[in-house]
Protein backbone atom coordinates (compact mmCIF):
# COMPACT_ATOMS: atom_id res chain seq x y z
CA UNK A 1 0.00 0.00 0.00
CA UNK A 2 1.45 3.47 -1.37
CA UNK A 3 1.09 5.98 1.71
CA UNK A 4 1.00 9.54 0.19
CA UNK A 5 0.33 13.20 1.68
CA UNK A 6 -1.62 16.05 0.54
CA UNK A 7 0.38 19.45 0.43
CA UNK A 8 -1.73 22.81 1.69
CA UNK A 9 -2.50 25.50 -0.07
CA UNK A 10 -3.14 27.68 3.06
CA UNK A 11 0.56 28.24 4.02
CA UNK A 12 3.61 26.94 4.87
CA UNK A 13 4.21 25.33 1.42
CA UNK A 14 7.78 25.90 1.28
CA UNK A 15 8.66 25.00 4.34
CA UNK A 16 6.46 21.80 4.02
CA UNK A 17 9.17 20.74 0.65
CA UNK A 18 11.94 21.86 2.21
CA UNK A 19 10.84 18.56 4.98
CA UNK A 20 9.88 16.52 2.26
CA UNK A 21 13.23 14.64 2.09
CA UNK A 22 12.66 13.60 5.77
CA UNK A 23 9.30 12.36 4.69
CA UNK A 24 10.38 10.40 1.70
CA UNK A 25 13.35 8.61 4.19
CA UNK A 26 10.00 7.69 6.54
CA UNK A 27 8.31 5.81 3.91
CA UNK A 28 6.75 8.48 1.75
CA UNK A 29 5.80 7.68 -1.67
CA UNK A 30 3.79 10.76 -3.22
CA UNK A 31 2.63 14.04 -2.71
CA UNK A 32 -0.63 15.75 -3.89
CA UNK A 33 -1.16 18.96 -4.72
CA UNK A 34 -4.67 20.72 -4.15
CA UNK A 35 -6.04 23.44 -6.77
CA UNK A 36 -9.04 25.20 -5.63
CA UNK A 37 -8.99 29.05 -6.28
CA UNK A 38 -5.76 29.60 -4.32
CA UNK A 39 -2.35 29.67 -6.13
CA UNK A 40 -2.20 27.48 -9.14
CA UNK A 41 -0.88 24.04 -8.27
CA UNK A 42 1.28 23.86 -11.37
CA UNK A 43 3.78 26.17 -10.19
CA UNK A 44 3.43 24.08 -6.56
CA UNK A 45 4.52 21.22 -8.24
CA UNK A 46 7.37 22.19 -11.08
CA UNK A 47 8.84 23.51 -7.31
CA UNK A 48 8.43 20.42 -5.74
CA UNK A 49 9.42 18.42 -8.50
CA UNK A 50 13.07 20.72 -8.61
CA UNK A 51 13.54 19.99 -4.75
CA UNK A 52 12.87 16.08 -4.81
CA UNK A 53 14.33 13.42 -6.96
CA UNK A 54 12.12 10.15 -5.95
CA UNK A 55 8.83 11.05 -4.45
CA UNK A 56 5.94 11.01 -6.81
CA UNK A 57 3.98 14.14 -7.77
CA UNK A 58 0.08 14.18 -7.94
CA UNK A 59 -2.42 16.99 -9.28
CA UNK A 60 -4.92 16.66 -6.32
CA UNK A 61 -6.74 17.94 -8.57
CA UNK A 62 -6.73 20.21 -11.80
CA UNK A 63 -10.26 21.30 -12.80
CA UNK A 64 -11.29 20.02 -16.13
CA UNK A 65 -12.90 23.13 -16.87
CA UNK A 66 -10.26 25.49 -16.13
CA UNK A 67 -7.54 24.68 -19.01
CA UNK A 68 -8.43 23.08 -22.37
CA UNK A 69 -7.88 19.63 -23.04
CA UNK A 70 -4.52 20.11 -24.64
CA UNK A 71 -3.04 21.79 -21.91
CA UNK A 72 -4.32 19.87 -19.40
CA UNK A 73 -1.87 17.26 -21.33
CA UNK A 74 0.64 19.72 -22.45
CA UNK A 75 0.66 20.37 -18.40
CA UNK A 76 1.25 16.94 -17.63
CA UNK A 77 3.53 16.03 -20.03
CA UNK A 78 6.00 18.91 -19.19
CA UNK A 79 5.46 17.93 -15.02
CA UNK A 80 6.55 14.18 -16.55
CA UNK A 81 9.59 15.93 -18.35
CA UNK A 82 11.01 17.95 -15.19
CA UNK A 83 10.40 14.65 -12.37
CA UNK A 84 11.50 12.28 -15.03
CA UNK A 85 8.76 10.62 -14.93
CA UNK A 86 7.22 10.64 -11.50
CA UNK A 87 3.84 12.71 -11.89
CA UNK A 88 0.47 11.51 -11.95
CA UNK A 89 -2.07 13.59 -13.47
CA UNK A 90 -5.14 14.02 -11.59
CA UNK A 91 -8.12 15.99 -12.37
CA UNK A 92 -12.08 15.90 -11.10
CA UNK A 93 -14.96 18.11 -12.55
CA UNK A 94 -14.83 20.43 -9.39
CA UNK A 95 -18.40 22.33 -8.62
CA UNK A 96 -20.52 24.97 -9.95
CA UNK A 97 -19.51 27.57 -6.97
CA UNK A 98 -15.69 27.44 -8.39
CA UNK A 99 -16.03 26.82 -11.84
CA UNK A 100 -19.45 29.57 -12.67
CA UNK A 101 -18.00 31.51 -9.98
CA UNK A 102 -14.33 31.76 -10.22
CA UNK A 103 -13.61 30.84 -13.40
CA UNK A 104 -16.88 31.79 -15.27
CA UNK A 105 -17.25 29.05 -17.07
CA UNK A 106 -20.61 27.00 -17.38
CA UNK A 107 -20.91 23.99 -15.45
CA UNK A 108 -21.79 21.67 -18.41
CA UNK A 109 -21.60 17.88 -18.99
CA UNK A 110 -18.78 17.10 -16.20
CA UNK A 111 -19.50 12.91 -17.11
CA UNK A 112 -18.90 13.61 -21.11
CA UNK A 113 -15.92 16.16 -20.76
CA UNK A 114 -14.28 13.82 -18.07
CA UNK A 115 -14.40 11.16 -20.99
CA UNK A 116 -13.33 13.22 -23.96
CA UNK A 117 -10.44 14.92 -21.75
CA UNK A 118 -9.23 11.41 -21.06
CA UNK A 119 -9.08 10.33 -24.22
CA UNK A 120 -7.18 13.75 -25.63
CA UNK A 121 -4.60 13.85 -23.03
CA UNK A 122 -3.54 9.98 -24.06
CA UNK A 123 -3.68 10.82 -27.94
CA UNK A 124 -1.49 13.85 -27.38
CA UNK A 125 1.14 11.65 -25.43
CA UNK A 126 1.42 9.07 -27.78
CA UNK A 127 1.93 12.08 -30.24
CA UNK A 128 -0.76 11.78 -32.66
CA UNK A 129 -2.17 14.36 -34.69
CA UNK A 130 -4.93 15.80 -33.11
CA UNK A 131 -8.08 15.27 -35.03
CA UNK A 132 -10.98 14.37 -32.39
CA UNK A 133 -14.66 14.78 -32.82
CA UNK A 134 -16.27 14.55 -29.79
CA UNK A 135 -19.58 16.10 -28.10
CA UNK A 136 -18.04 18.55 -26.02
CA UNK A 137 -14.68 19.08 -27.86
CA UNK A 138 -13.37 19.12 -31.64
CA UNK A 139 -10.13 19.14 -32.83
CA UNK A 140 -9.06 21.18 -35.18
CA UNK A 141 -12.05 23.45 -34.50
CA UNK A 142 -14.80 23.47 -37.20
CA UNK A 143 -14.39 26.60 -40.10
CA UNK A 144 -17.93 27.45 -38.99
CA UNK A 145 -16.34 28.07 -35.31
CA UNK A 146 -13.66 30.29 -36.33
CA UNK A 147 -11.36 31.23 -38.61
CA UNK A 148 -11.28 27.73 -40.43
CA UNK A 149 -7.66 28.06 -40.07
CA UNK A 150 -6.68 25.34 -37.56
CA UNK A 151 -4.78 22.16 -38.40
CA UNK A 152 -4.46 19.05 -36.89
CA UNK A 153 -0.86 18.88 -34.80
CA UNK A 154 0.87 17.07 -32.58
CA UNK A 155 3.19 18.22 -29.12
CA UNK A 156 6.34 18.67 -30.15
CA UNK A 157 8.32 17.31 -27.50
CA UNK A 158 8.77 13.42 -27.09
CA UNK A 159 7.05 12.79 -23.40
CA UNK A 160 8.38 10.32 -21.39
CA UNK A 161 6.28 8.45 -21.03
CA UNK A 162 3.23 7.45 -24.01
CA UNK A 163 0.89 6.98 -21.08
CA UNK A 164 1.01 9.10 -17.81
CA UNK A 165 -1.40 7.85 -14.97
CA UNK A 166 -4.34 9.58 -14.58
CA UNK A 167 -6.43 9.93 -11.24
CA UNK A 168 -10.24 10.95 -11.03
CA UNK A 169 -11.99 12.32 -8.45
CA UNK A 170 -15.19 11.35 -8.16
CA UNK A 171 -18.18 9.93 -5.89
CA UNK A 172 -21.42 9.95 -8.17
CA UNK A 173 -22.12 6.76 -9.19
CA UNK A 174 -21.63 7.63 -12.94
CA UNK A 175 -18.11 9.18 -12.70
CA UNK A 176 -17.21 6.69 -10.46
CA UNK A 177 -18.13 4.20 -12.73
CA UNK A 178 -15.99 6.35 -15.51
CA UNK A 179 -13.30 6.57 -12.95
CA UNK A 180 -13.05 2.67 -12.71
CA UNK A 181 -13.28 2.35 -16.28
CA UNK A 182 -10.87 4.68 -18.00
CA UNK A 183 -8.20 6.03 -15.36
CA UNK A 184 -5.24 4.28 -14.19
CA UNK A 185 -6.48 5.92 -10.70
CA UNK A 186 -9.90 7.02 -8.49
CA UNK A 187 -10.53 9.20 -5.72
CA UNK A 188 -13.09 9.67 -4.08
CA UNK A 189 -13.52 11.89 -0.21
CA UNK A 190 -14.99 11.29 2.95
CA UNK A 191 -14.53 7.19 2.51
CA UNK A 192 -15.51 4.97 4.98
CA UNK A 193 -14.73 0.81 4.05
CA UNK A 194 -17.54 -0.43 5.57
CA UNK A 195 -19.83 1.83 3.55
CA UNK A 196 -17.80 1.99 0.34
CA UNK A 197 -18.84 -1.68 -1.34
CA UNK A 198 -22.75 -0.41 -0.54
CA UNK A 199 -22.09 2.91 -1.83
CA UNK A 200 -20.23 2.31 -4.84
CA UNK A 201 -19.37 -1.13 -5.37
CA UNK A 202 -22.13 -1.40 -8.60
CA UNK A 203 -20.59 1.45 -10.71
CA UNK A 204 -17.41 -0.08 -9.74
CA UNK A 205 -17.73 -3.42 -11.20
CA UNK A 206 -19.83 -1.65 -14.32
CA UNK A 207 -16.76 -0.03 -14.84
CA UNK A 208 -14.32 -2.35 -14.28
CA UNK A 209 -16.16 -4.74 -16.61
CA UNK A 210 -15.42 -2.19 -19.53
CA UNK A 211 -11.72 -1.34 -18.07
CA UNK A 212 -8.95 -2.09 -20.73
CA UNK A 213 -7.02 -4.66 -19.33
CA UNK A 214 -3.38 -2.99 -20.40
CA UNK A 215 -4.87 -0.17 -17.82
CA UNK A 216 -3.90 -2.60 -14.55
CA UNK A 217 -5.70 -2.55 -11.55
CA UNK A 218 -7.33 0.72 -10.60
CA UNK A 219 -5.43 2.41 -7.75
CA UNK A 220 -7.97 3.49 -5.52
CA UNK A 221 -6.51 6.85 -3.52
CA UNK A 222 -8.61 7.26 0.04
CA UNK A 223 -8.09 10.22 2.09
CA UNK A 224 -7.76 10.41 5.74
CA UNK A 225 -6.84 12.24 8.89
CA UNK A 226 -3.34 10.38 10.83
CA UNK A 227 -2.90 10.53 14.41
CA UNK A 228 -1.39 7.62 16.52
CA UNK A 229 -1.66 7.15 20.49
CA UNK A 230 -3.67 6.80 23.29
CA UNK A 231 -4.67 10.24 23.90
CA UNK A 232 -5.24 11.56 20.75
CA UNK A 233 -9.02 11.04 20.18
CA UNK A 234 -10.00 14.64 20.44
CA UNK A 235 -8.20 15.43 17.07
CA UNK A 236 -11.00 13.59 15.45
CA UNK A 237 -12.61 17.19 16.64
CA UNK A 238 -10.58 19.08 13.63
CA UNK A 239 -12.40 17.45 10.64
CA UNK A 240 -15.97 19.00 11.62
CA UNK A 241 -15.41 22.34 10.81
CA UNK A 242 -13.80 20.55 6.65
CA UNK A 243 -17.21 18.19 7.20
CA UNK A 244 -19.58 20.73 7.92
CA UNK A 245 -17.53 22.91 4.96
CA UNK A 246 -17.93 19.99 2.50
CA UNK A 247 -21.53 18.82 3.69
CA UNK A 248 -23.56 21.61 4.28
CA UNK A 249 -21.42 24.67 2.12
CA UNK A 250 -20.33 23.26 -0.99
CA UNK A 251 -23.51 23.76 -3.01
CA UNK A 252 -26.54 25.07 -3.01
CA UNK A 253 -30.17 22.87 -1.99
CA UNK A 254 -30.18 19.74 -4.73
CA UNK A 255 -26.25 20.41 -6.07
CA UNK A 256 -24.08 19.14 -2.90
CA UNK A 257 -22.66 16.37 -4.05
CA UNK A 258 -20.90 15.50 -0.40
CA UNK A 259 -24.62 16.31 1.03
CA UNK A 260 -25.67 13.35 -1.37
CA UNK A 261 -23.00 11.10 0.03
CA UNK A 262 -23.81 11.52 3.54
CA UNK A 263 -27.24 11.03 2.55
CA UNK A 264 -26.17 7.76 1.07
CA UNK A 265 -23.99 7.19 4.01
CA UNK A 266 -27.22 6.59 5.96
CA UNK A 267 -27.12 9.96 7.41
CA UNK A 268 -29.91 11.59 5.63
CA UNK A 269 -31.15 13.69 8.75
CA UNK A 270 -28.15 14.85 9.99
CA UNK A 271 -27.40 15.89 5.74
CA UNK A 272 -30.35 17.74 5.90
CA UNK A 273 -29.80 19.65 9.42
CA UNK A 274 -25.99 20.34 8.99
CA UNK A 275 -26.94 22.20 5.39
CA UNK A 276 -29.81 24.18 6.47
CA UNK A 277 -27.35 25.30 8.96
CA UNK A 278 -24.48 25.99 7.36
CA UNK A 279 -26.26 27.88 4.65
CA UNK A 280 -27.99 29.61 7.49
CA UNK A 281 -24.52 30.74 8.17
CA UNK A 282 -24.76 28.67 11.51
CA UNK A 283 -21.53 27.66 10.66
CA UNK A 284 -20.46 26.36 14.45
CA UNK A 285 -24.19 24.83 15.08
CA UNK A 286 -23.79 23.02 11.52
CA UNK A 287 -20.23 21.30 12.34
CA UNK A 288 -21.67 19.89 16.02
CA UNK A 289 -24.39 17.66 14.00
CA UNK A 290 -21.36 15.51 12.39
CA UNK A 291 -21.78 12.33 13.16
CA UNK A 292 -18.92 10.99 15.25
CA UNK A 293 -19.50 8.31 13.79
CA UNK A 294 -18.46 9.39 10.43
CA UNK A 295 -15.37 11.48 11.81
CA UNK A 296 -14.33 7.89 13.10
CA UNK A 297 -14.40 5.71 10.22
CA UNK A 298 -13.27 7.95 7.90
CA UNK A 299 -10.07 9.07 9.71
CA UNK A 300 -6.98 7.07 11.21
CA UNK A 301 -6.92 8.82 14.67
CA UNK A 302 -6.28 6.71 18.03
CA UNK A 303 -4.25 3.59 19.22
CA UNK A 304 -2.22 1.76 17.23
CA UNK A 305 -4.39 -1.09 17.31
CA UNK A 306 -7.27 1.22 16.26
CA UNK A 307 -5.24 2.65 13.04
CA UNK A 308 -4.32 -1.31 12.62
CA UNK A 309 -7.63 -2.25 12.24
CA UNK A 310 -9.01 0.74 10.26
CA UNK A 311 -5.79 -0.12 7.55
CA UNK A 312 -7.44 -3.48 7.49
CA UNK A 313 -10.87 -2.64 7.16
CA UNK A 314 -9.47 0.23 4.15
CA UNK A 315 -7.24 -2.50 2.02
CA UNK A 316 -9.95 -5.23 3.12
CA UNK A 317 -12.20 -2.82 1.05
CA UNK A 318 -9.84 -2.31 -2.11
CA UNK A 319 -7.74 0.85 -0.90
CA UNK A 320 -4.24 1.06 -2.87
CA UNK A 321 -3.20 4.07 -1.69
CA UNK A 322 -3.38 6.15 1.68
CA UNK A 323 -3.27 9.78 0.84
CA UNK A 324 -2.69 10.71 4.73
CA UNK A 325 -2.36 14.04 6.95
CA UNK A 326 -0.41 14.01 9.71
CA UNK A 327 -1.89 15.62 12.80
CA UNK A 328 1.49 15.78 14.66
CA UNK A 329 2.65 19.21 16.48
CA UNK A 330 5.50 19.36 15.02
CA UNK A 331 7.40 18.58 12.04
CA UNK A 332 9.33 15.19 14.10
CA UNK A 333 6.21 13.88 14.75
CA UNK A 334 4.61 14.47 11.34
CA UNK A 335 7.96 12.21 10.10
CA UNK A 336 7.14 9.45 13.15
CA UNK A 337 3.37 9.47 11.91
CA UNK A 338 4.43 8.72 8.57
CA UNK A 339 7.17 6.04 9.41
CA UNK A 340 4.32 4.36 11.72
CA UNK A 341 1.95 4.30 8.97
CA UNK A 342 4.34 2.81 6.13
CA UNK A 343 4.98 -0.02 8.51
CA UNK A 344 1.05 -0.43 9.50
CA UNK A 345 0.03 -0.77 6.06
CA UNK A 346 2.89 -3.03 4.50
Known amino acids: MRIGMGITYSGGFKETVAELADYEKAGLDIVFVAEAYSFDAVSQMGYIAARTERLEIASGILPIYSRTPTLLAMTAAGMDYVSDGRFTLGIGASGPQVIEGFHGVPYTAPLGRTREVIEICRRVWRRERLEYGGKHYTLPLPPDQGTGLGKPLKII?????????????????????????LAEGWEPIFYVPEKAAGVWGAPLAAGKAKRDPGLGELDVIAQASLAIGDDVAGLLEFGRPVAALYIGGMGAKGRNFYNDLARRYGYEKE???????????KKEEAAALVPAELLERMSLIGSEGFV???????KDSGVTTLNVTPLGRTHEERVRLIEQIKEIAG
Open 271 to 281: AEQIQDLYLEG
Open 157 to 181: NHPVRPRIPIVVAAIGPKNVGLAAE
Open 308 to 314: RDRVRAM
